[in-house]
């Protein structure tokens, strides 16, 4: 460990050298460059709709620019297997346009007589979304009018990640989970990966996953809250399944709490708490739901608020709202004197609870990077933004002037200095930070410590989970574009730096 650190500082040490022939001296030095000069006016002017990254939607964007062609998978008879064929792309798309488009495509067929289609050519697209490296596609009835279900998942579910950016695919059959078969309800799908080619082994690979519906096994997403209490954030896992209680299964892993801890997912129940039992309800009109029965700790040994309260049964009923043959869910709890109640210190109506009727508190996941106080290492830490931000680089930058959470960890933009002395803007996959003139005078006199701080910035801005389809940082100073600063040169752009971040993390 010492030996990496060493030889990373070694590293840099021949950087900042190597940087200083063309450094001017220990002031910012102004290049005569009028480019970048519009942040100058950056408040004075309406925001450029095309430079607000969006959610997901930029991801798509961005890698729908950079790949000019996807797979779309079709039947070979003659090969008894899946075979690819070229599907060209051109213009934009957002993440729900490409993938919409894409799954058209393959609902309408091959071009070449050679494949046969495997979606039945009546099936209908209600909607798509994504949702961390999860895309999940609600279709309608129909798609269990293929003629081989297995072939048909497998072409839909490597159709899809072939785009490269999800590692799973969820079914929904309006608004309900795919299962096996429509007669089979109990054997659910689950999360979706990348299927083999191979009819033989895609059967096999399915007859393993879905041919014992005693213990049946599936990936399935779990919602827990961020650091901050805020939002609810999937995580995915594997789940064991008996019986064909999906249910219970659910609600014992969300006992459990996140898997892993330091991911940016904390629990949402309270510690204690157990699931006494579950209870199917069937009302008169044919709508049917579920009554979760929870042990005294569920309310006794909650601790958190009112927003903390409506994360803890948006999780639960998040986490279970796709299951087939579930309308609704109850939820009440030992009062203490063994009696079950369903009463509310809140707004929340514990009676006949869906997703529609709860607040949307769905998140997105970032990464941010502080500083390392034993050394020159970055250390990432997750955080969780509103899946609709307007402006996902600004969010970052924002969060980026809080404090860390971990104890050794520091943060690396000084504490004087906000999110709104920081400017920020995106220009194809470049992002353009503009710091104020006085900002280096409140560093250390370390160009090491500044340089830390400089790929701090840029390692958050361009790492992957982010999202933000940007691949490289330009610093400014005071709007103008500069030389050098303190030997360190800020004439090109930065771009990520993975050796600086501290093992382990």
Sequence with gaps: MMRRIFLLLLIIALNVALLASCSTGQQPTKQ????????????????????????????????????????????????????????????????????????????????????????????????????????????????????????????????????????????????????????????????????????????????????????????????????????????????????????????????????????????????????????????????????????????????????????????????MSTLPDIDFINIFYDNGKGEFVNNSDGEINYQNLTSGRLPNKAGKRIRVYYGDDQGMLLVPEYRAVSRTETNLLSRILQEMTTDPILPDSVRIIPAEFSSEDIRIKASGNMAIVDVPKHYFDNMEKDNKRLLQSLYAVVNTLTDPINSTGVSEVQFTVGGDLIDSYDDISLKEPFVMNPALIKEGN
């Design 32 to 319: 005569e460059n009028d480019m970048l000069n519009w942040f100058n006016k950056f408040g004075e002017e309406e925001p450029d709709p095309t430079n607000l990254l969006q959610d997901d939607d930029s991801l798509f964007r961005i890698e729908a620019m950079r790949q000019s062609s996807t797979n779309l998978y079709f039947f070979d008879e003659s090969s008894s297997q899946l075979s690819a064929e070229i599907l060209r792309l051109t213009g934009e798309y957002s993440d729900k346009d490409q993938i919409k488009h894409i799954v058209t495509k393959l609902i309408n067929g091959p071009n070449t007589t050679e494949l046969l289609s495997v979606l039945p050519e009546n099936v209908i697209i209600n909607s798509v979304n994504l949702i961390e490296d999860i895309i999940t596609v609600d279709l309608s009835y129909e798609f269990y009018e293929a003629e081989d279900l297995s072939i048909a998942r497998a072409a839909l579910v490597n159709t899809i990640l072939e785009l490269g950016n999800a590692k799973y695919v969820k079914i929904l059959i309006d608004g309900n989970e795919a299962t096996v078969t429509p007669e089979h309800t109990s054997g659910i799908l689950g999360l979706l990966s990348r299927y083999p080619v191979n009819v033989a082994d895609i059967q096999a690979l399915e007859a393993q996953s879905f041919a014992n519906p005693e213990t049946a096994k599936i990936n399935r997403e779990l919602y827990f809250q961020d650091n901050a209490g805020q939002f609810l954030l999937p995580e995915v896992r594997t789940i064991t399944v008996k019986d064909g209680n999906y249910s219970e299964a659910i609600i014992r892993e969300l006992i459990k709490g996140p898997a892993k801890e330091g991911m940016g997912y904390y629990p949402t129940l309270a510690k204690g708490t157990s699931l006494v039992r579950t209870e199917v309800v069937d009302k008169d009109d044919g709508v049917s739901g579920i009554s979760l029965y929870f042990s005294n700790e569920f309310k006794s040994q909650f601790t958190g608020n009112r927003q903390q309260e409506i994360l803890m049964i948006s999780s639960i009923i998040h986490s």
